[in-house]
């Protein structure tokens, strides 16, 4: 949590441009973008991972993916589509220990992932 990137930029310790903040939420664009759109939400709580979720955060993450919903189609991304990823752990790539969703759309994504 001291040195987690994600809390800072939560914490607005480091920026980043923000499209979102509430209580329990942030996003803001990813700073390496993978996609025409390519925005972070993350809880302002720090959550190492997926697999650090109990039943207590079952409403935050329904949050957040409806959020994700919601940028999307703030980002015109409603008709055409976008992914939602979360990674979680060494072999799906996460790199970031702080809980996040990524939202990535604008363009035609292929499957299945690599
Ligand atoms: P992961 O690989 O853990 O699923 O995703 C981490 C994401 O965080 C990557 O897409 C990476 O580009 C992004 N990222 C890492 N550091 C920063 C940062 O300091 N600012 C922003 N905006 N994104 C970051
Ligand atoms: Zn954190």
């Known amino acids: 949590m001291g040195d987690c990137i994600f809390c800072k930029i939560a914490g607005k310790e480091i920026p980043a441009s923000l499209v979102y903040e509430d209580d ?10 993978q996609a025409p759109t390519h925005m972070l939400i993350i809880p302002r709580e720090h959550i190492p991972s ?3 979720l109990d039943s207590g955060h079952d409403q935050l993450v329904g949050r957040a993916l409806r959020l994700a919903a919601e940028l999307a189609k703030g980002k015109g991304l409603g008709e055409r589509g ?10 799906a790539g996460q790199s970031v220990g702080h809980l996040h969703f990524h939202v990535l759309g604008g363009r035609v994504m292929g499957w299945p992932p690599g």
Do not use: E
């Open 24 to 33: 329990q939420l942030v996003a803001f664009g990813d700073a390496n973008p």
């Open 50 to 52: 997926l697999g650090h």
């Open 82 to 91: 976008y992914r939602v990823v979360v990674n979680c752990g060494p072999d």
